[in-house]
């Protein structure tokens, strides 16, 4: 009977994957990279997936429903098990596998914790400072206008979300808005 235990999934497990895909879905538009410039490269491709990530986490952990932090940890589970596999796939070598993830993690954690406060207090020109800083590494002023167009889309996408009824996610399913000028 233990044995069988061994290959039960973990709670939420596939409907965390099936959230993280579209999360990386909507990371990838290109609206993202050819008209805000955000670099596509790993870094700027890392940096927008773990923007969607973290807007889907922040809305998880924000519902009243006890299964939302569970499906929050399902998302970042499968985020990491991704992140992973895709530095394997690059030839990274088992050795450096654990310190790179951890990096990420700290990366990832540091940005999301960064965003919280300006969306929590609907500021967008601190989120605008926040996403200049992390999404372009500084290269361009949380003035300009991409800074502040990213900010304005990210509040859209936080309140749109907010409005997702968590039957919807614990299923597996989530809506982020599509980007256009």
Known sequence: MALFGLFRRKPHERAGYELYGAAVAAARQPYFFTQLAVPDTLDG????????VALLIRRLHRDTDPRGAALAQAVFDAMFADMD???REMGVSD???AKRVKR???AF?????AYEAPL??????????????NVWRGAVEAGSPAALRLADIVMTMDAALAAQPVATLLRGQVHFPEVAA
Not at 120 to 133: C, G, N, T, Y
């Open 45 to 52: 491709r890392f940096d927008l997936v773990g923007l969607h």
């Open 85 to 87: 596999t895709n530095l």
């Open 95 to 97: 050795m450096s596998i």
């Open 104 to 106: 990420m993690w700290e």
């Open 109 to 113: 954690h540091g940005r999301a914790q």
């Open 120 to 133: 929590e207090a609907a500021d967008r020109d601190a989120l605008a400072v926040a996403l200049a800083r």
